[in-house]
């Protein structure tokens, strides 16, 4: 059974880069039948997708965070990772790496435990 | 893209059934057979209940059942249990350059 694992700062300041890593095991990360995704979720409010990658590179993100995302994969350590620039307080959220499906699109079949971050000075 | 639209909460008896509605448009819900639904208990992360539409996954109860009718699919659950207590998001591919929209969420509670 696939697991995920992500990992990174729960601190982050204002107008800094957010830098989280998602770590995969029980299976691989070149599986040419999986997309690997951020998704996020501020407290108490709804899950917004970030964006995916698949083991190529091939990214894609949500228009409304694209200016500020990037999304990479290191299939050597079967990990992936995101970034995002310019954070603010309303980047404050709960950042999950998950698997998603890559047909039929755009479901979510295994999840990591998630990663507070907050922004704050 | 706005969200898709799900009421905030519902409650209900157990050993009930309930049913909780997920609206969005054409372009989404309507547009395809790519809806799926995730429970997620508080502190935790989502868990997949149904995938296209009405799949579902190896593990998960047959009380889970789901369904679409035109720009609204819906997520009913039978035989409600104090466990099926928590929040439900819908989920919809768009095609577009989003992908994919979740719903609100919506709370159950079993009373």
């Known amino acids: 059974q696939v697991q995920l694992q992500e990992s990174g700062p729960g601190l982050v300041k204002p107008s800094q880069t957010l830098s989280l890593t998602c770590n995969v095991s029980?299976?691989?990360?070149?599986?040419?039948?999986?997309?690997w995704s951020w998704i996020r979720q501020p407290a108490g409010k709804g899950l917004e997708w970030i964006g995916r990658?698949?083991?190529?590179?091939?990214?894609n993100y949500n228009p409304s965070l694209k200016s500020r995302v990037a999304i990479s994969i290191d299939t050597s350590k079967n990990q992936f990772s995101l970034k995002l620039s310019s954070v603010t307080a309303a980047d404050t959220a709960v950042y999950y790496c998950?698997?998603?499906?890559?047909?039929?699109?755009?479901?979510?079949?295994?999840w990591g435990q998630g990663n507070l971050v907050t922004v704050s000075s | 893209q706005s969200a898709l639209t799900q009421p905030a909460s519902v409650s209900e008896s157990p050993g009930q059934s309930i049913t909780i509605s997920c609206t969005g448009t054409?372009?989404?819900?309507?547009?395809?057979?790519?809806v799926s639904w995730y429970q997620q208990h508080p502190g935790k992360a989502p868990k997949l209940i149904i995938s296209?539409?009405?799949n579902r996954p190896s593990g998960v109860s047959n009380r889970f059942s789901g369904f679409k009718s035109g720009n609204t699919a819906s997520l009913t659950i039978s035989g409600l249990q104090a466990e099926d207590e928590a929040y439900y998001y819908c989920?919809?591919?768009?095609?577009?350059?989003?992908?994919?929209?979740f719903g609100g969420g919506t709370k159950l509670t079993v009373l």
């Open positions: 296209e539409v009405s």
């Open positions: 029980g299976g691989s990360i070149s599986s040419a039948d999986y997309y």
């Open positions: 054409g372009s989404d819900v309507g547009g395809y057979d790519y």
């Open positions: 998950a698997r998603e499906v890559r047909w039929p699109p755009f479901y979510f079949d295994n």
């Open positions: 989920c919809s591919y768009t095609g577009g350059s989003t992908l994919g929209l």
């Open positions: 990658i698949y083991n190529s590179g091939t990214t």
